[in-house]
């Protein structure tokens, strides 16, 4: 199973940018749909963005369709997700997932609730300024 170290959060203005990486270790991290969540403080946590394990399909949660992006590199391990135009209730803390897939997966879309992953990372803080 690999394990995965989010970073590249931080303080940021609306309307700012900010690139989140998410570092897997292990072995067979292609075999891997991988996914961005996010927790603010009181509320549960939240579908972000997810791709599947080629990097050719991602699914957007609502709230940050056409201002966020997610990208893999499969060479480098790393999934990225870029947010931009940035708004404070983007607040929260970001984790990194990651599902190992089964044969008849590898043809689906990425997963879409907290349940279907099976690895997490630590989690990295975003705050967006208003």
Aim: charged residues 20%.
């Amino acid at each position: 199973q690999v394990q995965l170290v989010e970073s590249g959060g931080g303080l940021v203005q609306a309307g700012g940018s900010l690139r989140l990486s998410c570092a897997a270790s292990g072995r067979g991290f292609s075999a891997y749909a991988t996914g961005w969540f996010r927790q603010a403080p009181g509320k549960e946590r939240e579908f972000v963005a997810g791709i599947n394990w080629t990097g050719a399909r991602s699914f957007y949660g609502d709230s940050v369709k056409g201002r966020f992006t997610i990208s893999r590199d499969n060479a480098g391990n790393t999934v990225y997700l870029q947010m931009d135009s940035l708004k404070p209730e983007d607040t929260a803390v970001y984790y990194c997932g990651a599902r190992l897939l089964i044969p008849k997966e590898y043809f689906s879309g990425p997963p879409r609730t907290e349940a279907e992953y099976d690895a997490w990372g630590q989690g990295t803080q975003v705050t967006v300024s208003s």
